[in-house]
T-cell receptor
Framework: GDSVTQMEGPVTLSEEAFLTINCTYT??????LFWYVQYPGEGLQLLLK?????DKGSNKGFEATYRKETTSFHLEKGSVQVSDSAVYFC????????????FGQGTILTVHP | DGGITQSPKYLFRKEGQNVTLSCEQN?????MYWYRQDPGQGLRLIYY???????QKGDIAEGYSVSREKKESFPLTVTSAQKNPTAFYLC????????????FGSGTQLSVL
């Protein structure tokens, strides 16, 4: 079945540092890929998505590129802020609806001033 | 403001008791979903419903039940058959069509007394 593997956390960075959170997936066919963010005590919010190979999703300074050859969708940000502290989830949708998602285990990011 | 409301925010279950988690949305979304989140793990799909009066099991439906009598409401019952109910439960909805994305509620933390 489908699966998503994220780099183990937690990740701790200083403000303005470069961020990479690795995500690889296993799926049949051509899944759509997502990054969701969860702030403390809240539900998840969609951060960005990519629906086909070589697409780049971007939002709020975060970027991720759908790499079919390496089955990866790594999240990057050039300069993190304290407000980016949250849990980040990589996910995929193997079907035509984006409601049934397979999630990675989540990566806790803490940014210090 | 449109959104998804989950209640209560915290819920405690006694041994052998059934408890019901509420999820209401005023986004006029067609499909609704229940996910379970355990610490250090990704979200796992419990049940979903794409239209009123119809629902399907997700990956971990055992010990749970749902109903979808109204478009706006999708309550989840955690039955006494669920032996490990302590988790964070997230309800989500999606409007199918162009630019689909999941909207999440703020969650219910269920604990066993």
């Amino acid at each position: 079945g489908d699966s998503v593997t994220q780099m183990e956390g937690p990740v701790t960075l200083s403000e303005e540092a470069f961020l990479t959170i690795n995500c690889t997936y296993t799926a049949t066919g051509y899944p759509s890929l997502f990054w969701y963010v969860q702030y403390p005590g809240e539900g998840l919010q969609l951060l960005l998505k990519a629906t086909k190979a070589d697409d780049k999703g971007s939002n709020k300074g975060f970027e991720a590129t759908y790499r079919k050859e390496t089955t990866s969708f790594h999240l990057e940000k050039g300069s993190v802020q304290v407000s980016d502290s949250a849990v980040y989830f990589c996910a995929l949708s193997g079907g035509t609806s984006y409601g049934k998602l397979t999630f990675g285990q989540g990566t806790i990011l803490t940014v210090h001033p | 403001d449109g959104g998804i409301t989950q209640s209560p925010k915290y819920l405690f279950r006694k041994e052998g008791q059934n408890v019901t988690l509420s999820c209401e949305q005023n986004l006029n979304h067609d499909a609704m979903y229940w996910y379970r989140q355990d610490p250090g793990q990704g979200l796992r799909l419990i049940y979903y419903s794409q239209i009123v009066n119809d629902f399907q099991k997700g990956d971990i439906a055992e010990g749970y039940s749902v109903s979808r009598e109204k478009k706006e409401s999708f309550p989840l019952t955690v039955t006494s058959a669920q032996k490990n109910p302590t988790a964070f439960y997230l309800c989500a909805s999606i409007k199918t069509g162009v630019d689909e994305k999941l909207f999440f509620g703020s969650g219910t933390q269920l604990s066993v007394l």
